[in-house]
Each structure stands twice: as structure tokens, then as C-alpha cells.
């Protein structure tokens, strides 16, 4: 029988990319081998890229934040965290991780120019249906010499094989997450940062092979999720034809 009572439900087949998915799969955000095990790797290799606070009210504003995996990895860097996100049911995990939430779209935030010391936006352009207006967004919210960090997919057959065709048939990564005619050029994405006053420079990533070998062999055994695991780190690689960070700062 057709779902008509408009409740998520986590059997039903969505669209590729589309937002109700998120609320489908909103117990699986904090699972450190669930579906979203890659995000938590890529949010501490975001992080990363952030350096501490310079002030005490030096505002990151965190666009796609979804349950706030970002949140651990900056803590004792001085920032308040401020997360937009589309999906409800991710902002509520959010705010018990101490990130004030802001429901809204990446393409129309709801916050002040210039107002943000820090911008991360970690895989979220790949899931909008206009990222050049998500880019004009988080290049406003970006003080003079405010700093951009992001992560996303490159418009490449390579990366619609290896994130969509091979990715989404791993045993955690939910089918139909990624609509793969969303994926970002990574040139253009730096001439449209450069249109708006950040000058971005790029670099390919992936997973370290022993450690997602070791993880996905956890996850196959069905013992992932003990306390204690070391999950797999993001390393930089000469090519990013798939998976690719951003960082640049604005102008002025």
C-alpha cells in the first residue's frame, strides 16, 4: 500500500537526493558505522582546516549542518556554532550537541552579511539544486578576511562511478542518496568563489585504504559500533576527480 499519511517511513523508495531521506534515517546520524560514517570522517578532516577562534564572538555558521557531526571536532576552538539545515529531525540532534540551529535552505540563509568568521559548507553542495546560489550565500555570510571550508563531489564519470555506482552499494550507504547531475565541478566551483571575493584553492581526498578495509570488515562482522574503534581518516591524494576539500578566504 502507497504511503499517503505524509510520515516518513524507512521502506519507502524516494527520489535520488531527495530531503525526506534524512528524516527516514534520522536514528542512524550518531552511529559511528551507520549510513553516515563517511560524514563523521569528512567533518574531523573539515575541522581540521579550521583554525581557533580570534575573538570570543567569532560566529561559524554551518551550512547542512544535519545532526551536527561537525560539532566534536571544534570543540575548544572558541567558536559559536551556529548549524542550517533544511531537515528538523537533524537540527534537534544538532542542538543537544550545543550547536544553535537555524531551519533553512543553504540557498537563502537567514542570517546577516558579513556576519560569520568562519563558513563550512561539508557535503551539502552536491545536494542542492542551484550550489552557485549556495556559494553566493556563504561567500555573504563571510566577514572581510572570513575563511571558507568545504567538501563535495566532483562533476566527473570517475566520481559518479565510485560515490554512486560502487559507493551507494556498500553495506551502510543508503541507495538513491546522491543525484549525481548535482555534482560540482571543481573549476567552476573556484571561478564562482572567485566571482564572489574568496579566493578557494582545492585539493582531492579519500578514505585511508587500511582503515576503511579494516572498518567495512568491522561492519561485515557486525561489531562496528564498540565503544573505542578508530574510525578511518580522510588523506589528501593528487587527484580530485571524486571527493574534494575547498578553502579560501575572503577579500577586503
Sequence with gaps: MPDVSGVSTPHRVLPPNDPRQYDDL???WWRPDGAFAMLHWLARARAAMVPPASTPDDLLVDLGCGAGLL???LAGK???HVGVDLTRS???QAADHGVTVVQGDATAVPLTDGCAAVVSAGEVLEHVPDWRRAVAEACRLLRPGGLLVLDTLNDTLLARLIA???GERLPTVPRGIHDPRLFVDASALV???ARHGVSLEVRGV???VGGTLAWLLRRMRGGG???GRTEPRMVPTRSAAVLYQGWGRRSG
Design 164 to 166: 554512486v555506482e560502487l
Design 90 to 92: 537533524a537540527l534537534d
Design 26 to 28: 534520522a536514528d542512524e
Design 78 to 80: 572558541g567558536y559559536h
Design 71 to 73: 560539532a566534536p571536532h
Design 225 to 227: 559500533d564498540r565503544p
Design 191 to 193: 571561478a564562482e568563489c
Design 206 to 208: 579519500r578514505p585511508e
